[in-house]
């Protein structure tokens, strides 16, 4: 079956833009999970879903980021504003419950000029 | 708090020779569980075991082994019989079932499989 999607697989945007990147988690997973990786470095935990809501946003940076699941599937991360250190890989996964392994997607590699 | 430690940057091991790469956490929770996951330089994030806190076998996956030490806080990766293709960086992670569910990973070591 298919696994996680996400798009763009690059993007790159000027200081000061506003963007969003989008997760399609895999058929039937409740839990989504955000995560940003930065070169070298392990994923750094952004948000939690579980259905709609959003269980854990413990590790959002700032307000400029926001993540969004209305209807319990696809995700989308905003940052508006964007700095040049926001400059990473983010990363979405999903599991099937919230004990469950994460699969990841592919990422995206953001790159803010 | 590191909440998960891998204190190993970088390892070499053999090819075909087993290889133990170290990861020690730390938590409160009673339930917890603990996760290894590999990354080529593809970039892809590719699950390869998990041990949960009450489970009293060391978990195994083919060619993968979890020593698994509740006492010491150490969760190490054991991969046998080291393969080319095993070369990459792997990340050890925590998810802490009592609080919340979020997965928090270790900053991972670069495994080099030499032929």
């Known amino acids: 079956g298919a696994g996680v999607s996400q798009t763009p697989s690059n993007k790159v945007t000027e200081k000061g833009k506003y963007v969003e990147l989008r997760c399609d988690p895999i058929?039937?997973?409740?839990?989504l999970y955000w995560y940003r990786q930065s070169l070298g470095q392990g994923p750094e935990f952004l948000i939690y879903?579980?259905?709609?809501?959003?269980?854990?946003d413990s590790g959002l940076p700032n307000d400029r980021f926001f993540a969004v699941r209305p209807e319990g599937s696809v995700s989308t991360l905003k940052i508006q504003r964007t700095e040049r250190g926001d400059s990473a890989v983010y990363l979405c996964?999903?599991?099937?419950?919230?004990?469950?392994?994460?699969?990841f997607g592919n990422g995206t590699r953001l790159t803010v000029t | 708090a590191q909440k998960i430690t891998q204190t190993q940057p970088g390892m070499f091991v053999q090819e075909k020779e087993a290889v133990t790469l170290d990861c020690t956490y730390d938590?409160?929770?009673?339930?917890?569980?603990l996760f290894w996951y590999k990354q080529p330089s593809s970039g892809e994030m590719i699950f390869l075991i998990y041990?949960?806190?009450?489970?009293?076998q060391n978990a195994t996956e083919g060619r993968y082994s979890l020593n698994f030490q509740k006492a010491r806080k150490s969760a190490n990766l054991v991969i046998s019989a080291s393969q080319l293709g095993d070369s990459a960086m792997y990340f050890c992670?925590?998810?802490?079932?009592?609080?919340?569910?979020?997965?928090?990973f270790g900053s991972g070591t670069r495994l080099l499989v030499r032929p």
């Open positions: 996964a999903s599991s099937e419950h919230g004990d469950s392994p994460l699969h």
């Open positions: 058929s039937g997973h409740t839990a």
């Open positions: 879903f579980q259905g709609t809501g959003a269980a854990d």
């Open positions: 938590t409160s929770d009673q339930s917890y569980g």
């Open positions: 041990q949960g806190s009450y489970d009293e």
């Open positions: 992670a925590m998810r802490e079932m009592d609080s919340s569910y979020k997965l928090i």
